[in-house]
């Protein structure tokens, strides 16, 4: 069956890099487009990222353009966040997730299967 297993996450300072995997099974990676978001408590599950089936083209939410990537690895069917100058607001819980839709899916309700999420915690 369809699994998404998110890793990566920790406790980092301001300034500081991460990057979170997302290894897919029981699909292959490259026929489906992939995204990244993320949920802070009491706030709702924003998009992040996403990459499009085949991995032409990307997507960023503004406030992490320029920081952060996504990027996808169709030998390991894994998808990646590298997540660069990291800070507070930046805390939540991160979750990959499948849609398909080629590209350009930003909302939760276009995604249907989702990873259990990886804590990221940004301190000061």
């Known amino acids: 069956q369809v699994q998404l297993v998110e890793s990566g996450g920790g406790l980092v300072q301001a300034g500081d890099s991460l990057r979170l995997s997302c290894a897919a099974s029981?699909?292959?990676?490259?026929?489906?487009?992939m995204g990244w978001f993320r949920q802070a408590p009491g706030k709702e599950r924003e998009f992040v990222a996403a990459i499009s089936r085949g991995g032409d083209r990307t997507d960023y939410a503004n406030f992490v353009k320029g920081r952060f990537t996504i990027s996808g690895d169709d030998a390991k069917n894994t998808v990646y966040l590298q997540m660069n100058s990291l800070n507070l607001e930046d805390t939540a819980v991160y979750f990959c997730?499948?849609?398909?839709?080629?590209?350009?899916?930003?909302?939760?309700?276009?995604?249907?299967?989702w990873g259990q999420g990886t804590q990221v915690t940004v301190s000061s």
């Open positions: 997730a499948r849609t398909d839709a080629q590209f350009g899916a930003t909302r939760p309700d276009e995604y249907d299967y």
């Open positions: 029981g699909f292959t990676l490259k026929w489906f487009a």
